[in-house]
């Protein structure tokens, strides 16, 4: 994956103001944004996916811009392939299993083809969703709303995977569980991904490029291969990071 991002965005609420400003560049798979809540990651995310309009700069992945200031270029969400899951996944609860997956590939009018079908049953199976896939979210557990959020992301073939803090609704042994499963999802579909959290477990677990955020700032840049080439302990230096970030 190629992707390069330098944005600035400014938020005020309630008198209180947020100055968002975000530069990186990777060509690893696995991007982390990684710091304490409310450091700029999710902003960065929700940027990233469309659904926040930086003041101005750039964003490209694999050489597509899908926002440029300058440019006036500003791709909409349907249309920069990312798939997102959300915090608290947000599934629809009106909506069943097989409903919530096929969201994505529903068109604005008409019915889903027999391609999208097959497609929405293979994601059921791949996740393991067929005792569950007529029931609404309310019903499910937490791991079976998290693979829904992950099989509806996943629906319409993205480009890259977005995933908001995925495990912080979890409690522990599911987080574990969970990251597993993620693991070989990814593996399986060979989709890059750029993940947000405070949990330096998730870092460990699947980060090649870590982006340290601090006061709406991009702190440092981190590649795991150069930390392990070095002869440092990733737990080590991330233990540091995050001292620096209270400080």
């Given at each position: ?188 579909f060979g989709i890059p991904m750029i ?53």
């Amino acid at each position: 994956m190629q992707f390069e991002l330098d944005i600035t965005k400014r938020l005020c609420s309630g008198g209180d103001e947020f100055l968002l400003r975000s530069q990186f560049s990777t060509t690893d798979r696995a991007l982390v944004l990684f710091g304490p809540s409310g450091s700029g990651k999710t902003l960065t995310l929700r940027s990233i996916a469309g659904m926040l309009t930086p003041d101005k700069g750039y964003i490209k992945v694999n050489g597509d811009v899908v926002f440029d200031s300058g440019a006036k270029v500003n791709v909409p969400t349907r249309r920069r392939k990312v798939g997102y899951v959300f915090q608290d996944y947000a599934l629809f609860p009106h909506l069943t299993v097989i409903e919530n997956i096929a969201f994505g590939l529903k068109p604005l009018l008409g019915r889903l083809g027999q391609k999208d079908l097959r497609r929405v049953k293979e994601l059921i199976d791949v996740f393991g969703l067929e005792k569950v896939a007529g029931q609404k979210p309310v019903a499910l557990s937490g791991g079976q709303q998290q693979r829904t959020a992950l099989a509806r992301a996943l629906a319409p073939s993205p480009k890259l995977l977005l995933l908001d803090e995925p495990f912080s609704a979890l409690d522990q042994p599911l987080r574990i569980r969970m990251r597993n499963e993620l693991t070989k999802v990814l593996e399986t579909f060979g989709i890059p991904m750029i993940m947000v959290t405070h949990d330096a477990d998730d870092v460990e677990s699947f980060a090649e490029t870590i982006v340290v955020y601090r006061n709406g700032s991009v702190a440092n840049v981190l590649s795991v291969k150069d930390i392990a080439e070095s002869g440092q302990s990733l737990t080590e230096t991330l233990r540091g990071q995050v001292a620096q970030a209270y400080e």
